[in-house]
């Protein structure tokens, strides 16, 4: 019997077949890519965060020592430079850190251009130590500050020491860095405050604040890198911004074709060290 040959019908049958296979296996591996490039920003995103809490945590816990030993016979408080040990503004701080070591009130920081999410805070403690970037500071005061930029590399997170005022970046990816402060009034009453509210370097609230409150919103770095599916892990950005209620404020949109992945962490942080805590 002479042997029956592959019908057009059964040879694009077979194609067929054969493409919905390869589909299959290119859907997984693009779905296996996803995944690891997920897994990689979340764990760039995770680690990013833990040095901001350490360096963080290093800078403030001894905000406003002030040793008694060596402080001005009498004195009733302690002798800040900048006014108090904590300083904040809605955006840029003018002058230099170096120069905001002295106590001079005439050297005290101002602050300038307001901008949204990217405040700047200044922390003052006593003692010859090393700035936020392991710079020597010869005493008796070491001034750190903090802000962000955002330039060609993106926006990061620099500071600026009194050992060296020229800001260099820590972190990067910091999108949004906003604070509240907790401020105990003479009468033992507690309030938050806003940076906007607090008011300028020689407002006493500055003197009272035994709690901050640090926020910030992190990005991963490559463009793309989140994957296709990014937009269904989180269809908005989360901010720090909060309503009246003091819940957080719905996220922004993702911008079409943004496949970055982000993260809001917030660190609360008691200031043992200033006049007026109780605890």
């Not at 904040?88 to 905001?100: E, F, I, N, T, V």
């Not at 962000?148 to 820590?170: D, E, F, I, K, M």
């Amino acid at each position: 019997m002479a042997s029956r040959g592959v019908s057009l019908l059964e040879l694009l049958v077979a194609q067929a077949l054969g493409l919905l296979l390869m589909l299959g296996l290119l859907k997984s591996v693009t779905d296996q890519l996803d995944q690891q490039r997920q897994n990689e920003d979340r764990t760039e995103l995770r680690e990013s965060s833990q040095l901001l809490s350490t360096v963080l945590r290093h800078s403030l816990s001894p905000a406003g020592f002030v040793d008694w030993t060596v402080a001005p016979l009498g004195a009733s408080s302690p002798q800040l430079p900048g006014g108090a040990a904590l300083f904040a503004c809605p955006g840029d701080m003018l002058g230099s850190a170096r120069q905001h070591a002295s106590a001079a009130p005439t050297d005290w920081p101002r602050c300038g251009t307001v901008r949204a999410r990217r405040e700047t805070l200044q922390v003052v403690r006593q003692g010859a130590d090393k700035d936020c970037l392991q710079q020597s500071v010869s005493g008796p005061w070491v001034v750190d500050r903090w802000y962000v930029s955002t330039g060609s590399l993106g926006s990061q997170l620099l500071c600026a020491g009194a050992g060296n005022p020229s800001g260099q970046a820590l972190v990067a990816g910091v999108e949004e860095w906003v604070f509240r402060f907790l401020v105990q009034h003479p009468n033992g009453h507690t309030q938050w405050f806003y940076t906007a509210d607090m008011g300028p370097a020689n407002d006493p609230r500055w003197q009272g604040v035994v709690r901050l409150e640090v926020c910030w919103v992190l990005s991963s770095s490559a463009q793309g890198r989140g994957g296709s599916q990014a937009h269904r892990i989180q269809s908005t950005r989360p901010t720090c911004q909060r309503g009246s209620d003091g819940q957080w404020l719905p996220g922004v949109l993702r911008a079409a074709g943004d496949r970055r992945l982000w993260q809001r962490h917030t660190q609360t942080l008691a200031l043992l060290n200033t006049p007026g805590v109780t605890e």
